[in-house]
């Protein structure tokens, strides 16, 4: 099974809204990633966690805010964001335990801000 | 750092043809190496991917990707498309040594089938 679940799938917020985007994952990885897609585009690297530890943030701004409560789960925290944050927010996970990484993806939040 | 070229933007072939995507990576060093799908409206899968040994390998549907080190490439290869293969390809590498989480993605490849 490599299945990692998101929520909520599509998301509409105001620019002074506060919500969290939500990545699960049961397959006993230990590395999860935040990443950003716009239409057409390829996936953009935002954050890395690695055995519950921010190892990468790719220098997003902090209103974004990324909370990995446990090794299955990891939250993005989203506050007072602009038009142009709209995207596809794709998490990813993968083994976090070697130099033969696979990642794989959740479907996404769709999120628009308005 | 390292960056990742897919020079066909959007490839349009009548089903049945045959299949080439071309990547072409920048780094010296080791690479993992990785294709993956975006069907529309859905998620990034993975096609299949290439760490060491056999140069050739084989993914899911009938795809396959060959990598070149002296080339640094590594193209998707089908011999026979479908209507469902329609999709959004990218090719993404893992630069060792840069930090084994950091996954860079080319641009992205749309194929498009007639049927």
């Known amino acids: 099974d490599t299945e990692v679940t998101q929520t909520p799938k599509h998301l509409v917020m105001g620019m002074t809204n506060k919500k969290s985007l939500k990545c699960e994952q049961h397959m006993g990885h230990r590395a999860m990633y935040w990443y950003k897609q716009k239409a057409k585009k390829p996936p953009e690297l935002m954050f890395v966690?690695?055995?519950?530890?921010?190892?990468i943030n790719e220098s997003v701004p902090s209103r974004f805010s990324p909370e990995c409560p446990n090794s299955s789960l990891l939250n993005l925290h989203l506050h007072a964001l602009q038009p142009e944050d709209s995207a596809l927010y794709l998490c990813a996970s993968s083994q976090g335990r070697g130099d033969q990484e696979t990642q794989y993806f959740g479907p996404g939040t769709r999120l628009l801000v308005l | 750092a390292q960056s990742v070229s897919q020079h066909n933007h959007h490839v349009i072939l009548s089903e049945a043809a045959s299949l080439e995507l071309g990547c072409n990576y920048s780094y010296g060093g080791t690479v993992n190496l990785f294709w993956y799908v975006q069907y529309p409206g859905q998620h990034l899968q993975l096609l299949l991917k290439y760490f060491s040994g056999d140069p050739l390998v084989k993914g899911i549907k009938g795809f396959e990707a060959e990598f070149i080190k002296s080339k640094f490439s590594f193209n998707l290869r089908k011999p026979s498309v479908q209507w469902s293969d329609t999709a959004e390809y990218f090719c993404a590498v893992n630069a060792l040594g840069f930090g084994n989480e950091k996954l860079t993605f080319g641009t992205g490849t749309r194929l498009t089938i007639i049927p």
């Open positions: 966690y690695s055995y519950e530890k921010l190892s």
